[in-house]
């Protein structure tokens, strides 16, 4: 499967696989302003190879982002999902719109790819977290990872309906 055959489906199926997280343990290390964590992520079948990425600003709290990269068996590498932080203007290319001021989360689509935009382009705004680790725990959600330990964030009284 190569990148510029990706479809929606297989992109559907590559998040919907069962996976586990190999190096919970994973060190933090400083990537110029940024904190990061890089954790080996595998399909339980072994079929397929993941990178689950965890990147916090040390200046700015709303400027982060945790993300699921998938490592195709021809080398190249596709970041299939990506929750970001409220500290940027996202523009969601092909559709005209932009996310301003939001959290949320990047979902690779067979669109972008084949109009040679990155493959993660389109965004959506949640309300599904309001930090890295509330990040984290909706990527692992969303992407049905396992093998590490992760939390919510904390429901805000006043973000209640």
């Known amino acids: 499967m190569a990148l510029e055959t990706l479809t929606d489906e297989q992109i559907q199926s590559l998040l919907a696989c069962a996976k586990r997280v190999e190096n919970p343990q994973a060190r933090e290390k400083t990537e110029g302003k940024h904190l990061r964590r890089d954790y080996r992520v595998a399909s339980l079948d072994g079929e397929h190879q993941f990178t689950l990425f965890a990147r916090q600003s040390i200046k700015i709290a709303n400027s982060f982002s945790a993300g699921l990269l998938w490592k195709s068996k021809t080398g190249e590498e596709v970041i299939l999902l990506r929750c970001n932080g409220s500290d940027h203007e996202h523009p969601n290319r092909l559709e005209r719109t932009r996310l301003v001021d939001q959290f949320h989360v990047h979902e690779a689509t067979e669109r972008y790819i084949s109009s040679g935009k990155k493959s993660e382009g389109f965004a959506q705004a949640t309300t599904a977290y309001r930090s890295l680790d509330g990040a984290l725990h ?15 964030d904390e429901t805000d009284l006043f973000d209640q309906p």
């Open 138 to 152: 909706h990527l692992l959600q969303l992407a049905n990872i396992q093998g590490m330990k992760s939390q919510p």
